[in-house]
């Protein structure tokens, strides 16, 4: 018997007009899939809940399928005894559920054919291949899951409309796997002198400590909902992978943005910030470094570097003023501090700040969306780096490119959502101006070369989707 706390048993479609897909993600608000309805049949209504006594017979089903699909093959040709699909009494009020679901969310389900969802419910529940009674459906949001990832949303879907690369040969060898013959040898003593020394200076020449600043005041979690909703449609319909998201599911954006004002750094996040770092300098190229077979050198390195209190307090600057994202926690921290540029007027600097916010939300909120099936590739290439943080500054720069465009064009709705404290003469002024983000260089432009080769939708979709194979990966 399926049992769900009665206060969850709200409408299957929200108020706002999302469905599911879009509630599920970005609330995780339990009221996702109707458990009770009512159905008219001979002048009588039923009502039909998912812990009711009475056997659902065909005639809700029927019901269902002659008021909502309206040439799906007549219902009572193919359901009942001896006919193509007979489902039990309990498979029967699975399936009405579910069927309710798909079809009060199709607008959400976006290029899936619902007759095409419906036969595969059917078949594989009145086939015996799945189990009523297997399925979680201890609440709303698990049985709404259960049932797309019956119906194959939206990986598989999606995916199988998209080429996979000319030639995976040639982008094989670009991304130097490591089955590749001779990598060459590592040349550890040249690393252990060059290292510490560059990464040093890198993090001294970009010393925080040493600019003006401009505080914004304004809680970073507005911005992270304004970009996110952009977003949202902009990588439509590759983002919101519903697979991906055995944490995201279940928390609201609001409990997964914080502000990295309040926050106490210990010595794993100062050594994973400085490893991040030292990615991107040219001496890991010319020791031949390798992410996955020299990694424990460079974190010997990096921890030996933290054991200086001048060090330390050099880090600590740079996190303060650093946004990241948790991989698996998910967990985006955002900064207030940002840089101040002496050509800006109070107001410029003001809306400066802002951009530089929605730029670092840009990024962060890819990694948020990134799928682990993806993320994990960063392990099997040499240069990792390009997986994690190249394809992630590519999209974010894209998005935030976009966000631009908009403001620039005058789309007044979209400047007041995202310009927080900046006052919008200034803020559209600078949107107009160069963007001014120069992370990941060497990262980027790899992934650049990638997405050249293979076209947007493909990195669009390995990325969200977790299909590396679609990059050649
Ligand atoms: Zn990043």
Redesign the pocket.
């Known amino acids: 018997m399926l049992r769900l706390p009665a206060a969850n048993r709200l409408p299957g479609r929200c108020s706002d007009g999302r469905g599911i897909v879009e509630r599920i993600h970005e609330t995780g608000t339990p009221a996702v899939v109707q458990m009770q309805r009512q159905f008219r049949t001979n002048n009588e209504t039923f009502v039909v809940d998912n812990q009711g006594a009475d056997a659902i017979g065909f005639d809700a089903l029927f019901a269902m399928f002659s008021t909502k699909i309206s040439n799906f093959a007549t219902a009572k040709m193919v359901l009942g005894p001896g006919k193509r699909w007979n489902p039990d009494q309990e498979q029967s009020r699975w399936l009405y559920f579910a069927l309710g679901f798909l079809l009060e969310n199709r607008m959400q389900l976006m290029e899936i054919d619902i007759k095409d969802a419906a036969r595969t419910l059917l078949d594989v529940v009145c086939t015996g291949r799945i189990r009523h009674r297997a399925v979680d459906i201890r609440n709303e949001r698990n049985f709404g899951r259960e049932v797309l990832r019956i119906i194959g949303y939206r990986r598989s879907y999606l995916v199988k409309r998209l080429n996979v690369p000319g030639n995976p040969q040639e982008l094989r060898e670009f991304f130097e796997r490591e089955q590749q013959p001779l990598p060459l040898a590592f040349d550890e003593d040249l690393f252990r002198v060059e290292l510490p020394r560059d990464l040093i200076e890198l993090m001294k020449r970009h010393d925080p400590g040493k600019f003006q600043t401009v505080r914004l005041s304004q809680d970073p979690l507005e911005a992270a909902k304004a970009v996110n909703r952009f977003a949202r449609n902009f990588f439509r319909p590759y983002i919101a992978a519903i697979e991906n998201l055995p944490v995201t599911v279940s928390a609201p954006l609001s409990q997964r943005v914080y502000s990295l004002d309040t926050v106490q750094f210990d010595d794993d996040l100062r050594a994973s910030l400085l490893i991040n770092r030292a990615q991107e300098l040219p001496v890991l190229a010319k020791a031949h470094f390798s992410s996955t077979r020299d990694r424990a050198v460079l974190e010997e390195i990096v921890r030996d570097l933290l054991t200086r209190p001048e060090v330390r307090e050099l880090v600590d600057r740079h996190l303060r003023v650093t946004p ?2 948790g991989h698996t926690s998910k967990r985006i921290g955002l900064q207030s501090y940002f840089q101040r540029f002496d050509e800006h007027s109070e107001r410029q600097a003001v809306a400066s700040a802002q951009w530089q916010r929605i730029g670092s939300v840009s ?2 909120l890819m ?1 948020f969306y990134c799928h682990k099936d993806f993320e994990a590739k960063s392990g099997a290439v040499s240069f990792g780096h390009v997986i ?2 190249g394809f ?2 590519l999209m974010g720069l894209e998005l935030l490119e976009a966000l631009r465009r908009g403001v620039a064009q005058g789309e007044r709705s979209l400047t007041d959502r995202l310009r927080g404290e900046a006052a919008a003469e200034e803020f559209i002024e600078a949107a107009r101006g160069p963007a001014g983000r120069e992370s ?1 260089k060497t990262a980027l432009q790899r992934a650049r070369e990638v997405e050249n080769r293979v076209g947007p939708q493909n990195v669009w979709a390995a990325y969200f989707l977790g299909k590396p194979e679609l990059i050649g990966l």
């Open positions: 990241r994202a990024h962060e990694h994690t943080e992630t500054e990941y």
